[in-house]
């Protein structure tokens, strides 16, 4: 079953502006994963955050957690063409060795 | 490094075939394994995972089987497809330590006809 889901559904920006989306998740965690997925490949690992953290940096990635809410945010700053792409949040339990991830938001970055 | 080889990339196939799609992974021992489905435009689907050699838990209950003969091989299979078993498949490791990071395999689309 599908934990956490990711708002917007989909994301139109222009090159250059700074792209924002959410994931929200309903039960307790012990970490917290963005990954990008292009168009008919597999899932890349993009950034780990633990329950225990609330905000960590990567590069022009920022991910903030909020566990009171039981939501994250994933923030791609100066977005590049290169960008488009599907973003996944997924979550494991503690003691658990699996994935729950959500059904994405599709990023396209206008040239 | 580790590398993770899932195949076949595309595969067409009858309704009431069998299926067999195989996953290889290099430069690690013991790795955790896991298939996933993804529908056109959706997550991923838990289907399987493997914590050791023969050691398989279901997340759905369905048509599918999957195997785990050697270390870093796992096998996903199926006697006879349903058209509803069309989809993406990806295979992915972590490793035995789990630090929570998955590793995908390229995938492998199906379409049953």
């Known amino acids: 079953s599908q934990q956490g889901e990711e708002d917007p559904q989909a994301l139109s920006i222009q090159e250059g502006e700074n792209a924002t989306m959410n994931c929200s998740y309903k039960t307790s965690i012990n970490n917290l994963q963005w990954y990008r997925q292009n168009s008919g490949r597999g899932l890349v690992h993009l950034i780990l955050i633990r329950s225990n953290e609330r905000e960590k940096h990567s590069g022009r990635l920022r991910v903030t957690l909020d566990t009171s809410k039981k939501s994250s945010s994933l923030l791609i700053t100066a977005s590049r063409a290169a960008d488009t792409a599907s973003y996944f949040c997924a979550t494991d339990a503690p003691n658990d060795y699996k994935l729950s991830f959500g059904a994405g938001t599709t990023v396209t970055v206008r040239a | 490094s580790q590398t993770i080889h899932q195949w076949p990339a595309t595969l067409v196939q009858p309704v009431g075939s069998p299926l067999s799609l195989e996953c290889t992974v290099e430069?690690?021992?013991?790795?955790?394994l896991y298939w996933y489905r993804q529908a056109a435009g959706r997550g991923l689907q838990l289907l399987f995972y493997s914590v050791g050699i023969g050691q398989i838990s279901s997340e759905v209950p369905q048509n599918l089987s999957a195997s785990r003969p050697q270390d870093r091989q796992f096998i996903l299979s199926s006697k006879k497809l349903l058209l509803s078993d069309s989809g993406f498949y990806l295979c992915?490791?972590?490793?035995?330590?789990?630090?929570?990071?998955?590793?995908f395999g390229e995938g492998s689309r199906l379409t049953v006809l």
């Open positions: 430069g690690t021992s013991n790795p955790n």
């Open positions: 992915a490791w972590s490793h035995s330590s789990y630090t929570g990071e998955l590793f």
